[in-house]
């Protein structure tokens, strides 16, 4: 069975910094593109970022460049988000996703909370 | 950046009832159109991508539809777990985007 679970959200101070892991298990890690999605509280979904499977390619929604950072880790089968340079408007639940496309997220962490406030 | 409309916001229907909610595109997204089903405090689950195909374990009453720049997700008979959010995306083009959602709720 696939099973994504994120950690590392929490309440960050505007200007801090976060790193998102997104542990993997139940298929092969390394034979996948991975994805990060996020979503403020009662809003639509967000793509952020994705990267491909050995990490060469990475892309990140233009609002993020530069800020945001998508890694990944196949011997650890996790995926990474730095956050850098919190704004209040990066508040949202985020989600970790198998991706089989690209762009297409099959299966779905079950987030976790980024809360960006002073 | 390609922005997908959903229509309409708010669909109300009874348990039995078909529901048809669409997903227009501002421009040509070829077949590379998903629907996800997101419920109150859950992940999004995909239901279909590329635009007609079932992901896996996804009952044969949703299908979805179309090509370009008009799409349909279809619920034949609705039942009670289906009442909840639906979002289109795209991968033709980065950013991948989302519509807004179309809510379905119980008439």
């Known amino acids: 069975e696939v099973q994504l679970v994120e950690s590392g959200g929490g309440l960050v101070q505007p200007g801090g910094s976060l790193r998102l892991s997104c542990a993997a298990s139940?298929?092969?890690?390394?034979?996948?593109?991975m994805t990060w999605v996020r979503q403020a509280p009662g809003k639509g979904l967000e793509w952020v970022a994705n990267?491909?499977?050995?990490?060469?390619?990475?892309y990140y929604v233009d609002s993020l460049k530069g800020r945001f950072t998508i890694s990944r880790d196949n011997a650890k089968n996790s995926l990474y988000l730095q956050m850098n340079s919190l704004r209040a408007e990066d508040t949202a639940v985020y989600y970790c996703?198998?991706?089989?496309?690209?762009?297409?997220?099959?299966?779905w962490g079950q987030g976790t909370l980024v809360t960006v406030s002073s | 950046e390609i922005v997908l409309t959903q229509s309409p916001a708010t669909l109300s229907l009874s348990p039995g009832e078909r529901a048809t909610l669409s997903c227009r595109a501002s421009?040509?997204?070829?077949?590379?159109l998903a629907w996800y089903q997101q419920k109150p405090g859950q992940a999004p689950r995909l239901l279909i991508y590329?635009?007609?195909n079932r992901a896996t374990g996804i009952p044969g009453r949703f299908s979805g539809s179309g090509s370009g720049t008009d799409f349909t997700l279809t619920i034949s008979s609705l039942e009670p777990e289906d009442f909840a959010v639906y979002y289109c995306?795209?991968?033709?083009?980065?950013?991948?985007?989302f519509g807004q959602g179309t809510k379905l709720e119980i008439k």
């Open positions: 996703a198998r991706d089989i496309g690209p762009g297409i997220g099959d299966n």
């Open positions: 139940g298929f092969t890690f390394s034979s996948y593109w």
């Open positions: 990267i491909k499977e050995d990490g060469s390619e990475k």
């Open positions: 421009q040509s997204v070829s077949s590379y």
């Open positions: 590329d635009a007609s």
């Open positions: 995306q795209q991968r033709s083009n980065w950013p991948y985007t």
